[in-house]
């Protein structure tokens, strides 16, 4: 199972304030990897799983993985650092 940092969870939970209860990010498989070195992920807020999505949720924070994404993250952390502003999240494997 991916697992979230505290920055990643309170970054989540952040973007999901205003947000209806059920919602929650989904990270899926894309078409095409931007750096040619991994799955492509597609990351977007929607207001509910997918059926047959992980759901996983950590101190306020709602991450929905379709099932290809989650065997791909499968022992993998999910961090997010701020820079100016913005959010930017990285998946980082585990030691």
Do not use: W, Y
């Amino acid at each position: 199972m991916l697992t979230i940092t505290a920055d990643a969870a309170e970054a989540i939970a952040h973007a999901l304030e205003e947000a209806p209860d059920a919602a929650g990010i989904r990270i899926a498989h894309g078409d095409g990897s931007m750096n040619g070195s991994g799955p492509s992920l597609e990351v977007e807020m929607v207001p509910e799983p997918e059926l047959d999505d992980e759901v996983i949720e950590a101190k306020g924070a709602r991450l929905f993985l379709d099932p290809e994404t989650a065997v791909a993250l499968d022992g993998k952390v999910l961090h997010a650092e701020e820079d100016e502003g913005e959010i930017r999240f990285a998946i980082i494997d585990t030691p």
